[in-house]
C-alpha cells in the first residue's frame, strides 16, 4: 500500500526541516521494531537526504526507469533505514510496510538496499562500491543516453578508505562526469571507533582535488548551506562533484549524539521513545521533489530491439585454421556491436591482447577504457547495465580476482554484465604463475546464477559471445592465450547448458572431457589411445555452468563409469569438480574418474612444458586412461 501523494513540488526549507526530522524519527522507528540496523547512521544524513529529495532530486516515483529520472544510490548501504523512510515520505511505501516490513524474512525492505525494490539501481552494502557503479551509470547519461539527468551518491566517511573510492573518482575525473556528485556523509565515527581522519575536511579535500573533483565542503545539518552546495553541483565545469558534509553521527538525539557504541545498533524501545519525543514525535509527511526536467526515451535502452547493420555479418573461420579465441573474442563482439546498439565494450588496458580493441576500433563511442582498475571495470558494467546497456567487459583473466567482490555484488543486484578473462591457465607459458588464472573458474562458478563458458575453437568463441548478449545474470567467458585448430562448422550451435561430442562409437571404453586447451590434448590422447586398440568419447564441455549433466551420465553408463577430466585450472572448483558435482547429483552408481588439473605451483616454460609439467597433456591423459581400463 502507499500513501496518497500530492502533486510534485519544490518544497521550502521549512518543509524540508519537518521532513528531516521525520526522516529521523522513521529510522528509528523501523530499526527498533525489527530489532537491528543502523538508526544513527542515518540520523547524521537526515538533513542531506531531506533537501536533496524535497528539492534536487528529479525524479517521477511513479516512474521508477522513466529514462529522463535522475540516480539516487546509497553507497553507504547500511543507512537504509534512511533510505526506506525516504520512500515513505514521497509516497511509495506505507508507513505500515516500513515498520512491519523492515529486515524481516521475506519482505522487500531489506538489511541492505537490493534491486528488489524498483527505486534501487544496485545493491549496496559492501562498502566502497556505489560511487563506483556511479560512474558507470554516469557512463551512459552523458556518453551514449545523452540525457542531463544526474547522479547522487550518498557515500559514508569509512568507506573512503577503501581503493575503490578513489578509482572511481579518478575515472569520474578522467571522463569529466560533471554529472556526478558523491555527497559524503562525514559523522566521524565508523562502526568500531573514529574514522582515519575524523572531520578532517581538508584532507579529505585535498585528496579528491587530486583526483581532479570538484570539492565543497559544509555543514551537513545547515540546510541553507547543504541546499546551496546541491544547486552549485548541478552547475557543471566538466568535473565531478564531491560535497563533503561534516555531520554528527546519531543527529537529533542528545544522549547518543558523537558517542561511540551506537554503530549498528537499533535503540530499545525505551531510549527510542526517549528520542522521537526529543525529535518532536511521529508524523506523516509526504514530499514528492520535482519531475525531471526533459521527457526522453531512450532508443537504444531497455526494451528497445537490436539493428542489423551493414557489417554486421559474424566472422567465419575455416575448419583447421589456427585462431586464438581471445581473438575471436574481438571479432565477434565487434561484429555483435555493429548489429545491436545496445553493446558496450570495456577493458582494463590490455585491449590489444583481449583483442576489445578491435571493438574500440569499430564502436569509439561505445567503447569506455578503465585502465588498471579491474574493479571500476566491473563496477561501471554494471552501472552501464542499469540504464540497459549490454557491457562485455575484458581483462587477464587472473586480474578479475581483485574484483570478485564486485562481481559478488552485481550478482545481488541483478545485473547482467558479460565478463571475458584471457590467458588463462598454464597455457599462457613464459609470463609465469602471476599471470595464470587457475582460480577463475571456481571463482565465478561461484556466483550465484552466473554463466561460466570455456570455448575450445573460434567457432564455439563467437557463438558463445552472440549467446552472452542474450543471457541475463553474470556470464564468463574464458579464453586461450594460443591459437588452435577450429574444431566446428558455421552451421553448428552453441548454447549455455550443452557440450559436443567429437568423438563416439559403440566400442568406447573410457570417456576424455575437457575444454579450451585440454579439449585439442583430449583429441590427441584419443588418437595415441586409438593406436593401442582403445576406444575414446571425447567431449567438448564448453559450458561449465550450467552443465549437460545428461550428456555425462550418457557418456558414463557407455563407458563403464570412467571418465578423464583434463583441466588447466587448480583441481578445486573447475572442471573435474562441476563435473563431479553433476554426476553426484543424478546418483550415477559407477564412476571411476581420473582428475587431471594443475595441482602443483607452475613457473615459467613454453606451454608444452608447462602443460606436460602439470600433468594435463596428451600423454598424461591417455595414461590416466589405460589406467581406468586396466583397472577392469
Known sequence: MTATRPPHSTADLATVARLARQLRVDSIRASTSAGSGHPTSSMSAADLLAVLVARHLHYDWDQPKAASNDHLIFSKGHASPLLYSVYKAVGVVSDEELMSGYRRFGCRLQGHPTPVLPWVDVATGSLGQGLPDGVGVALAGKYLDRVPFRVWVLCGDSEMAEGSIWEALDKASHYQLSNLVAIVDVNRLGQRGPTELGWDLDAYARRAEAFGA?????????????????????????????????????????????????????????????????????????????????????????????????????????????VATRRAYGDAVTALGARDPRVVALDGEVSNSTYADAFAKAHPDR????????????????????????????????????????????AISRASVRLVGSHAGVEIGADGPSQMALEDLAMMRAVHGSTVLYPSDAVSAAALVDEMARTDGISYLRTTRGAYPVLYGAEESFRPGGSKILRSGPSDAVTLIGAGVTLHECLRAADQLALDGIHARVIDLYSIKPIDTDTLVAAADATGGRLVVAEDHHPEGGLGSAVAAALLETGVQQLRMAHLSVSELPGSGTPAELLAAAGIDAAHIASAAAALIGER
Open 367 to 410: 567503447y569506455f577504457e578503465m585502465f588498471i582498475a579491474e574493479q571500476q571495470m566491473v563496477a561501471s558494467a554494471v552501472g552501464l547495465s542499469v540504464r540497459g546497456y549490454k557491457p562485455f567487459a575484458s581483462t587477464f583473466a587472473a586480474f578479475l580476482t581483485r574484483a570478485h567482490d564486485f562481481i559478488r555484488m552485481a
Open 214 to 322: 570538484r570539492v565543497l565542503q559544509i555543514d551537513g545539518h545547515d540546510l541553507g548551506a547543504v541546499d546551496d552546495a546541491f544547486s552549485k553541483a548541478a552547475q557543471t565545469d566538466g568535473r565531478p562533484t564531491v560535497i563533503l558534509a561534516r555531520t554528527i553521527k546519531g543527529r537529533g538525539f542528545s544522549e547518543v549524539e558523537d558517542r561511540e557504541g551506537w554503530h549498528g545498533k537499533a535503540f530499545p524501545e525505551d531510549i527510542a521513545a526517549q528520542a522521537i519525543a526529543e525529535l518532536g514525535g511521529e508524523s506523516n509527511l509526504i514530499v514528492c521533489g520535482p519531475l525531471p526536467l526533459h521527457e526522453y526515451e531512450n532508443p537504444n535502452g531497455a526494451g528497445s530491439a537490436p539493428e542489423d547493420g551493414p557489417a554486421s555479418a559474424p566472422p567465419s573461420h575455416a575448419r583447421g585454421d589456427k
